[in-house]
């Protein structure tokens, strides 16, 4: 993602301070001195994702070679209302998507209205901060937890992964839905409450992942896999090429933005190198000395998103009721957890489903890396018996969803074990996208298909666990 931002005053190096770890800034300022200061804040992993650039901020020339027409987001926060107004006219004039802007006097925020231009007014903005303070006593949104929380407000769009389902489905370490807004009613939620396209919904958790779950929630638009973390982990017990080349792939054509290789061996110079220069060079090792214990434990209590695992795990000790370190690691950190079989890149997408909260989420995922990826997508249902009630009504069910998204969503229908049938089909796709649902029993008796689905498809699958 990339940010032009045009000037380096106070406000222009706050941003540069809390934005430098995860975006790449263009930074505008005819004050040599100011950009001087500004390289003072930077450390050493930004310095190659900074760029500074003395001169006119309302310079269309000088903003072209900033790249302002592939920019994600432009923000203009110099003291001079005309020079931010018109900065931000010409970003519009590029088309740049999102456009902010400083207000610096009351009298200019009409100006600002009638461009279009979202403003913050520092005067008001400071005052109510100071406000709420003052007569609540209550810490600001912006800095909870000494900055290591935060809170937002997002209305809730009818194409938002949670509209139409119960608050207690969304279960994350990282964020919270505390409170709903419907027209003028404040609703505490509870577990079960439902979510409704409009409604307006507080976010609290961590600032780091909360603007990318904000924006999903917002815009319905593709972010895979932003709403569960912004790193993938990939690990290797040893050296498996596909599991490499799996991880590649992802961390390319997603919105992946680092990546950590944990390895049970030293790992080879060729190996990072053919993961630098994708996205910058967020890129780290890490050897382990017990394997898949010490991995384990290092993971269990994050959230990342995704996890790369070699295709060397058995099904056999789920008959057992022992569930296998990879559905392990997906229900302890709720996290999407690939099973590399080196069937990228991603061409034909499958969907197992069966009506359940787990088996939607799942191909909504679907829905998000079949328009990433522009591949085809197809939702599997295996019934046990023909002419099943249900199978209409996950059909018209699906074609919402296709319509809704505008993404086309074959629906197939076979008969006979759902584990077994899948695992057939799988043998003609490249992707298989499974929903499970956290802290489900499964053995020889009474077998929890999903898990199962994990270990034979004959393509590389990923794991969505859901909570319970």
Known sequence: MKLIIVGAGEVGRELIKRLQKEWKLVVIDQDEEKLHRVVELLNSESLNRVVLLQGDGTSKLLLKKAGIEETTAFTACTGDDEVNLEACRIAKEFGVPTIFAVSNSTENDEKY?????????????????????????????????????????????P???????????????????????????????????????????????????????????KSGEPQF??????????????????????????????KLMKVSFYTCFTATS??????????????????????????????????????????KYREFPLFLGIKTLPVLVGEETLSPVAIARGTTPVERILVPVSGSFSGIRALEVGIELSLMLNASLTALYVSPFENEDKIENLRERIT????????????????????REFADESRNFSLAVIGARKGKKTNWFNPYPPYHMLHRAKCTSILICVGE
């Open 270 to 311: 060729s190996l990072i190198k053919s993961f630098e220069g994708i996205k910058g060079d967020e890129i780290r090792t890490k050897k382990l000395k017990t394997c898949e214990k010490e991995f384990f434990q290092e993971i269990k209590e994050e959230n990342f998103g995704l996890i790369v695992m070699p295709d």
């Open 400 to 419: 919402r969803l296709s319509t809704m998204y505008k993404v086309p969503i074959e629906f197939k229908v076979r008969y006979g074990n759902p584990i």
């Open 159 to 217: 194409t938002s992964i949670l509209a139409g389902y119960p608050v207690g489905k969304f279960t994350s370490r990282r964020w919270r839905i505390v409170a709903i807004f419907r027209g003028d009613r404040l609703i505490l939620p509870r577990p079960k409450t439902v979510i409704k396209p409009g409604d307006r919904i507080l976010i609290v958790g961590d600032p780091k992942i909360l603007k990318y779950i904000a924006g999903l929630i």
């Open 225 to 254: 896999p932003l709403q569960f973390g912004t790193e993938e982990v990939v690990f290797l017990p040893g050296q498996y090429e596909e599991a490499v080349k799996d991880a590649r792939f992802f961390y390319e054509n997603t």
């Open 113 to 157: 209205e009638k461009e279009g231009i979202n403003y913050v007014n520092k005067a008001i903005a400071t005052a109510s901060l100071l406000e709420r303070q003052i007569e609540s006593g209550i810490v600001s949104p912006t800095n909870i937890g000494l900055g290591q929380g935060e809170i937002v407000e997002v209305s809730v769009m």
